[in-house]
């Protein structure tokens, strides 16, 4: 199983579920399309659960460099198509 660079003391177990489950479709979505839809409704939920412009940025800042993928630059992707 993957590690995500999450503060795990910052979020309760259901709130980590969706992180992970955000991370996982950012990460599908660099291999395969992705219901646009799908990946903007869960990138909400991304965002209300950091609700902090720091913490989320500094979150991708540590997911881009574990695994290379830039959530910003895949969420505007999907904006654009």
């Not at 990138?43 to 209300?48: E, L, N, P, R, V």
């Not at 609700?51 to 290379?68: L, P, V, W, Y």
Request: no cysteine.
């Amino acid at each position: 199983m993957k590690s995500y660079p999450i503060d795990y003391d910052l979020f309760d177990n259901d709130e980590i579920i969706q992180i992970v489950e955000f991370y996982q479709l950012v990460e599908e979505a660099n291999m395969k399309k992705v219901n646009p839809q799908v990946l903007s409704k869960k990138h909400k939920q991304y965002q209300t659960i950091i609700n902090s412009k720091s913490i989320e940025r500094q979150m991708e800042r540590e997911f881009e460099k574990h695994f290379g993928i830039s959530v910003y630059k895949t969420i505007k992707k999907y904006k654009k198509s």
